[in-house]
């Protein structure tokens, strides 16, 4: 298929653009809309609001005009997953039950992101209810990787993914309980945050596990994560600061079990391929202990399902019908958790946390892994709704990322180079809690020394 793209794709790179004047607002935003318009087959969209994008674009442009900026992401067109509130506008959260909901409130998240100038230009697909790694969706249909549309493009923040992949934004809110930010940018290929859980508010923002979630980024780059997260936190800190200080005397720790475990041979390649890299770039990389994360996992499922289930009880008792097969399952797996078990997990969570805190965090400031232990299934691989065969597929898929999330504990993924078959492999950075410019300091010189996100996709644009 033909591709042309007049337009800078990186974040920070078109926001400069915009800001100097090179190019206009109104430009980007008509050419992200024809970009999801020409490439409407991955699914990624599921509503783009034309009309109104175009004219703030056109506010934008004359507010440029006049020597004025709203902030860093002037008049940058954004689309985010379909879970952040805004008020008199749709929010479904990928559901039947939700469908026409118009909340009264609006995000803080999407109002910081506007009020740094970013214009929405609509939203994006996502796992039913944001339960699901994979990218299928039992209403909307599934969302397609744009690598390879056979294969899945990652949940639940699926749209989120395919659509920053696709470059159809350069980058977009995406919801974490599990991996769901970090399993659409392993396998889309792009650059996704989990930040340290309560770092960002949850205010008006569809709830999954009240414990376990968090919104996070995903964008072209670390760089560009960075400029998001300045505006998504007010609080000062500049999560850039340390772009470009190179990696002298920062401690890398490979962990010598669990993450290192199973692992599909052309993963175990790059993985051991990055780790000797950062190496180069002045890293110090030595071998670490960690506590067994095995019972992590369990202890994740248990938590979220667990107040997953508590959140959609009503649904459950007058609503089944209408959830999805897969959702329902899992959710109905979450109600039969005892009290007592559920407050055991937490008990055991807490001595996780300090277990990691006073172990490996002691001796290295942050753990390098993969960000999956296979490749990128293909959508027909992952077809399961019930029974030990779903839990084994959602388990394996998110092994990696799950016992950080239940941690609360940020990451940050990237890719880490392609299959033989062409598709995104995923690395992933872990830190200790308010670790996230660190993080970024080490994703964007692994990105500068690679050049792996400057690969995207063959994909049509009409603009």
């Known amino acids: 298929m033909a591709d042309r793209r007049p337009l800078p794709e990186e974040l920070c790179d078109l926001a400069e653009a915009i800001a100097s004047g090179s190019i206009r607002s109104e430009d980007a935003v008509r050419a992200a809309i024809a970009r999801a318009q020409a490439n409407a087959d991955l699914n990624a969209v599921v509503a783009i609001e034309a009309e109104r994008a ?12 006049a020597g004025n900026l709203r902030g860093p992401l002037h008049g940058v067109p954004l689309a985010h997953k ?3 509130y805004r008020a ?52 909307l249909g599934r969302c397609r990787n744009p690598w390879n549309e056979e294969a899945i493009s990652g949940g639940s923040s699926s749209g989120s993914g395919a659509a920053v992949a696709a470059r159809i934004v350069p980058a977009a809110l995406g919801s974490d309980t599990g991996g769901s930010v970090r399993l659409p940018a392993a396998f889309c290929g792009v650059a996704g945050l989990k930040p ?19 919104a996070g980024p995903l964008a072209t780059s670390s760089r560009a994560l960075a400029l998001l997260m300045n505006a998504l936190t007010l609080n000062g800190r500049d999560y850039g600061a340390q772009i470009g200080r190179g990696l002298e005397g920062l401690r890398i720790g490979l962990p010598t079990r669990f993450f290192n475990e199973d692992l599909h041979p052309e993963v175990a390649e790059a993985y051991a391929a990055a780790s000797s890299l950062f190496a180069e770039l002045g890293a110090q990389v ?3 202990a960690i506590p067994d994360h095995a019972p992590y996992t369990r202890l994740a499922g248990t938590i979220a399902l667990c107040e997953g289930a508590r959140y959609h009880a009503r649904h459950l008792a007058e609503q089944p019908q209408d959830l999805g097969e897969q959702v329902r399952n899992r959710l109905l ?6 009290p007592a078990a559920y407050s055991a997990a937490l008990d055991q969570r807490e001595a996780a946390r300090e277990a990691m805190l006073a172990g490996p965090f002691v001796h290295v400031d942050l753990l390098l892994t993969p960000a999956t232990r296979m490749r990128v299934p293909l959508a027909s691989e992952v077809e399961v709704t019930a029974g030990a065969a779903m839990q084994a597929m959602i388990g394996d898929l998110s092994a990696l990322t799950r016992v950080v999330s239940v941690l609360g504990f940020p990451a940050l993924v990237t890719p880490m180079g392609f299959d033989s078959r062409g598709l995104p492999l995923g690395l992933q950075l872990i830190g200790a809690p308010h670790s996230e410019a660190r ?6 010189a692994y990105e500068a020394a690679t050049g792996w996100l400057t690969r995207t996709p063959g994909l049509t644009v009409t603009a």
Do not use: K
């Open 54 to 65: 175009l004219e703030v674009a056109r506010a934008c442009d004359r507010e440029r005009a």
């Open 82 to 84: 379909d879970m952040f």
């Open 88 to 139: 008199g506008e749709l929010t479904e959260a990928g559901s039947r039950i939700w469908q026409g909901l118009r909340p009264d409130e609006t995000s803080p998240l999407i109002a910081r992101l506007e009020a740094a100038g970013a214009i929405t230009i609509g939203r994006l697909h996502m796992a039913e209810f944001a339960l699901g790694p994979t990218g299928h969706n039992a209403h």
């Open 196 to 214: 340290t859980n309560g770092l960002l508010p949850d205010y008006a923002m569809m709830p999954l596990s009240h414990t376990c979630d968090t």
């Open 286 to 288: 030595v071998d670490v």
């Open 333 to 338: 797996d979450g109600a039969a958790t005892t």
């Open 439 to 444: 993080l970024i300091q080490a994703g964007n």
